[in-house]
């Protein structure tokens, strides 16, 4: 009998971490080819064109994220420990990441200081960033004479739809939507055939296709987690999975099958016993200072060392990203997070 999910989910004894660290280096890649003008080189984008390794780690994160944030809401169910543990997570690095952009971008710019911050663009950025609400990506002189002038953490963009969806969650819990598998499965299936007819209806923008998909595998990853006993976690199902990805049949398993086929290949690849890594999880969670800071990084080496292709960019970058990211989480987010336990007994 092939296990189900519910038999498997649960603590920590996944690959989650590693996941997210791959993905998270399949956006640095990405960008190195993005960044130096070479869109159309970039690896997967060449062998299949309806995808790309930047927005491939960013789906991966999203129905990690969605899976994850239920369960978080299921163990705790209430407000304060649930939003401690999101703010927890999400600000420290990022803020952090706010501070590493400024100096990065002052140290290509041609003003002084006073200038610098003193710039309305750069008070607006501090203001619209830190809070993660709502993305802003040029600060004054950053960047002048690089491929991709200006613009400071592209990576960003993307913080707030995972926020308005974090919300989301607590707003259905609260509501008890969340107790009941059907009726989160009627009420999001709802939401979500709405959200494809009038996404300006709901406040989760940039209003694109992607953002839709984004949202869409956040719900697949949340719906997982409340159906996971229902659930079996194969080898032979997920490769039949990647299979289909891969021939891609009447263009469905990269189009409208892609969500859901990506749903289960990231479920069975964290939790089925075969492929578990335990050791790697004792490294420490370096995937979202990653994430957040490997832009402002790219983009100094392009400015530094003006020619830069992108494997020799992609190199450089994850290797001095890593370096930070492990200095964050050490030093910033792992102490952080040794806070939430203050919030577990709140009301």
């Not at 930047?54 to 969605?66: H, M, Q, R, T, W």
């Amino acid at each position: 009998m092939m296990p189900r999910l519910s038999t498997l989910a649960h603590g920590r004894d996944n690959n989650f971490q590693l996941i997210r660290l791959a993905a998270a280096a399949a956006v640095v890649m990405f960008h190195s080819y993005a960044l130096t003008n070479h869109w159309t080189d970039e690896p997967l984008w060449r062998v299949m064109p309806e995808l790309n390794l930047g927005y491939l780690g960013v789906a991966c994160f999203f129905v990690i994220s969605g899976f994850l944030v239920t369960q978080s809401w299921g163990s705790r169910s209430r407000i304060a420990p649930f939003v401690a543990a999101r703010v927890l997570r999400i600000y420290p690095a990022l803020i952090a990441a706010v501070v590493l952009t400024l100096v990065l971008a002052f140290a290509s710019s041609a003003l002084d200081w006073a200038a610098f911050l003193g710039h309305p663009q750069t008070l607006d950025y501090v203001l619209h960033v830190a809070p993660g609400w709502e993305m802003k990506h040029r600060l004054p002189g950053a960047f002048p004479v690089n491929p991709i002038p200006h613009d400071v953490n592209g990576s960003l963009w993307t913080l707030p739809v995972e926020l308005r969806l974090y919300v989301a969650i607590l707003l259905a819990g609260v509501a008890g939507m969340l107790v009941q598998r059907l009726v989160w499965l009627a009420i999001l299936g709802a939401l979500l055939v709405l959200f494809l007819l009038r996404p300006d209806w709901f406040p989760i923008p940039p209003y694109n296709d992607v953002t839709r998909t984004l949202v869409l595998l956040f719900a697949l990853g949340s719906l997982a987690w409340l159906w996971r006993e229902a659930i079996p976690v194969s080898l032979a199902a997920a490769a039949v999975a990647l299979l289909l990805v891969i021939v891609n049949p009447a263009g469905l398993a990269r189009g409208v099958l892609f969500a859901p086929l990506l749903v289960y290949l990231m479920l069975v690849g964290a939790y089925h016993p075969r492929l578990q890594w335990h050791a790697f999880n004792r490294i420490g969670d370096y995937s979202y200072g990653v994430y957040v800071y490997s832009f402002p990084i790219q983009q100094t080496l392009l400015d530094r060392f003006p020619g830069l292709e992108p494997l020799p960019l992609f190199a450089l970058a994850l290797s001095l990203t890593l370096a930070v990211a492990a200095l964050s989480w050490h030093g910033v987010e792992a102490p952080a997070l040794g806070l939430k336990s203050r919030f577990r007994k709140a009301k």
